[in-house]
Nanobody, 115 residues
Framework: VQLQASGGGLVQAGGSLRLSCAAS????????MGWYRQPPEKQRELVAI??????TYADSVKGRFTISRDNAKNTVYLQMNSLKPEDTAVYYC???????????WGQGTQVTVSS
């Protein structure tokens, strides 16, 4: 499985961005998809996960971020609204494949929110 993320950039506080992540390869085995982020000098943390129609969010992004998945396109999206400077991080796309019994990660995409 390969993951290709896009959509990061620089935005002012209060603005919006949408991240996309397209999966390719043995996509039939993907169980869950989601996003993690790694702020500067901090550890990687969960942002949002989607499993079938069930979504889970970090408390810090609830009500501002929305994760969605287009199974026909094997793509997961992260709509980020009301962005804050503390959302600045490298965002990583993630999926878990139940046949291979392992996680896969996309390349990071930088999101920078200026105050």
């Amino acid at each position: 499985v390969q993951l290709q993320a896009s959509g990061g950039g620089l935005v002012q506080a209060g603005g919006s961005l949408r991240l996309s992540c397209a999966a390719s390869g043995r996509v039939f085995s993907i169980d869950r998809m989601g996003w993690y982020r790694q702020p500067p000098e901090k550890q990687r943390e969960l942002v949002a996960i989607i499993i079938s129609d069930t979504t889970t969010y970090a408390d810090s992004v609830k009500g501002r971020f929305t994760i969605s998945r287009d199974n026909a396109k094997n793509t997961v999206y992260l709509q980020m609204n009301s962005l804050k400077p503390e959302d600045t991080a490298v965002y990583y796309c993630y999926c878990y494949a139940v046949v291979q019994l392992r996680a896969y990660w996309g390349q990071g995409t930088q999101v920078t929110v200026s105050s």
